[in-house]
């Protein structure tokens, strides 16, 4: 089989980019092929489709903001991906809150939509939350600090991760895309641009591109191949000697619906819905969200240190890790979750560039790798769908939705250039 382009992985970030290179030209032959049965069932729909533009680095801000406004746009063109602009709250200590103010300042300088509130205006808006734990010798021991702060971002929310594919999908098969599911790419293609047919090919001193893939349906060959597998990208980079910057580490979310929650649905004042934003609290990054759709709320912890790098087909949620180990801090903040066991919990993995937690897109040899969201690729999915789109096009710069501009080799690796972010969860 030959198309001009293979799209090898259809998360979210391979159907966002295919259907970017499909409406650049739709005379070309682009297909998407997965190992799975549908499009996202890698991580894509696993995630917790948390979405924010509160970040301090020009470049992460860019990525989602417009990605945002283009997620707008599909809801209005009629995909409901279920956009719930309920904010994301971070609540600080006093300490934290000073050395993260100055970053504040600067999104606010930007121009971003982000509320300092007060230890008043928090407690007046989130009455269920603990903001002080004096005398409290559990909390001490935790460390726990009282919260002083409420940093609140408005252009952010949740929306539905596998709906937000599906809707890319349906896109490019709109414009005449092609998919192929349950077909695993084993290998990448590797040939000489002139081939000889003399047996070892190709040798040293032949110009060498990869040029399609072996699949469990056989060979498929294109002029240009995408890699978009998430966590699994370096299976097929590694033995052809390409780097995908990316270390998979497992991430759980565990979902609860419990009457005992209520509170949680009666915030005042910071969302049309009355219910808590995502929630970041002071320590351990356990963050924890509202999801509209179910009256449920779910919480995921980013725990780094301790929790190993390791590609796992299937990975699973740990009941333990919640009871024994995040449940003690969060009960702590908020009281209402007191013998909340969760009705529902998964996991999948995240696949972290560790250097600068920011997505690589780079080209070699007819190759064009897109990956490394670092836990951030739902909400920079179209950004990075169109990066890639203008790279394949041979174009320096991409436009983002609403027109703004983005350098192309900002994300790649030799001329790499991204900034510092303050605001990591
Ligand atoms: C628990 C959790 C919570 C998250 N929360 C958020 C969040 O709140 N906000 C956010 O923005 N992001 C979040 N993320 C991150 C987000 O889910 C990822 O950044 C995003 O899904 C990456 O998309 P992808 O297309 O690169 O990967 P995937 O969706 O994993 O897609 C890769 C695809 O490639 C396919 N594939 C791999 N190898 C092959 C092969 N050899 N042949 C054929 N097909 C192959 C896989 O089957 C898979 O479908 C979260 C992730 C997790 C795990």
Same mark, same amino acid.
């Given at each position: 089989m030959d198309c001009d382009i293979l799209v090898i992985g259809a998360g979210v970030l391979g159907l966002s980019s295919a259907y970017h290179m499909k409406r650049r030209d739709p005379s070309k032959k682009i297909l998407v092929i997965d190992k799975f049965s549908g499009p996202g069932q890698g991580n894509s729909a696993k995630s917790e489709g948390g979405f924010r533009n509160v970040f301090t680095s020009e470049t992460n801000y860019l990525l989602a903001d417009t990605s945002i406004d283009a997620y707008k746009e599909m809801e209005e063109q009629g995909h409901d991906i279920k956009l719930q602009f309920i904010g994301y709250l971070w609540l600080f200590s006093q300490g934290q809150h000073e050395a993260i103010k100055p970053a504040v300042d600067a999104i606010v300088k930007r121009g971003g939509s982000v509320t300092v509130l007060s230890l008043d205006e928090l407690k007046e808006s989130v009455p269920c939350l603990v903001t002080g734990f004096g005398g409290d010798e559990e909390a001490e021991l935790m460390g726990l600090e009282d919260v002083a702060v409420g940093v609140f971002g408005e252009k952010c929310g949740s929306l539905d991760a596998d709906a937000l594919t599906r809707a890319y999908e349906a896109e490019f098969l709109r414009l005449g895309g092609e998919v192929m599911y349950n077909t695993e790419a084993k290998r990448l293609l590797l040939k000489p641009e002139e081939e000889l047919g003399i047996p070892g090919e190709p040798f040293v001193w032949q110009n060498t591109r990869i040029v399609g893939a072996e699949t469990s349906k056989g060979s498929i060959n294109a002029a240009k191949t995408v890699i978009a597998c998430g966590v699994w990208a370096a299976s097929l980079m590694d033995p052809v000697g390409l780097d995908s910057f990316m270390r998979p580490k497992k991430?759980?979310?565990?979902? /609860?619906?419990?009457?005992?929650?209520?509170?949680?649905?009666?915030?005042?004042?910071?969302?049309?819905?009355?219910?808590?934003?995502?929630?970041?609290?002071?320590?351990?990054?356990?963050?924890?969200?509202?999801?509209?759709?179910?009256?449920?709320?779910?919480?995921?912890?980013?725990?780094?240190?301790?929790?190993? /790098?390791?590609?796992?087909?299937?990975?699973?949620?740990?009941?333990?890790?919640?009871?024994?180990?995040?449940?003690?801090?969060?009960?702590?903040?908020?009281?209402?979750?007191? %013998?909340?066991?969760?009705?529902?919990?998964?996991?999948?993995?995240?696949?972290?560039?560790?250097? %600068?937690?920011?997505?690589?897109?780079?080209?070699?040899?007819?190759?064009?790798?897109?990956?490394?969201?670092?836990?951030?690729?739902?909400?920079?999915?179209?950004?990075?769908?169109?990066?890639?789109?203008?790279?394949?096009?041979?174009?320096?710069?991409?436009?983002?939705?609403?027109?703004?501009? /983005?350098?192309?080799?900002?994300?790649?690796?030799?001329?790499?250039?991204?900034?510092?972010?303050?605001?990591?969860?």
């Open positions: 991430r759980q979310l565990f979902a /609860f619906k419990d009457a005992k929650l209520g509170p949680l649905f009666k915030v005042k004042g910071l969302n049309e819905e009355g219910s808590i934003p995502l929630t970041i609290l002071p320590k351990a990054k356990i963050l924890f969200r509202s999801e509209l759709s179910e009256g449920s709320i779910w919480l995921g912890c980013a725990d780094d240190l301790g929790r190993r /790098f390791e590609l796992e087909e299937d990975p699973q949620a740990e009941e333990d890790y919640y009871t024994n180990n995040v449940y003690h801090v969060l009960v702590k903040y908020f009281p209402c979750f007191e %013998d909340v066991r969760p009705m529902n919990m998964w996991a999948g993995q995240y696949a972290i560039n560790s250097l %600068d937690e920011t997505p690589v897109v780079y080209e070699a040899h007819g190759m064009y790798y897109i990956g490394a969201a670092s836990g951030s690729g739902i909400m920079k999915a179209d950004a990075l769908g169109r990066i890639i789109d203008a790279l394949v096009a041979g174009e320096e710069e991409a436009e983002l939705q609403g027109g703004r501009r /983005f350098r192309v080799a900002n994300l790649g690796v030799r001329y790499r250039h991204v900034e510092h972010e303050r605001f990591v969860i």
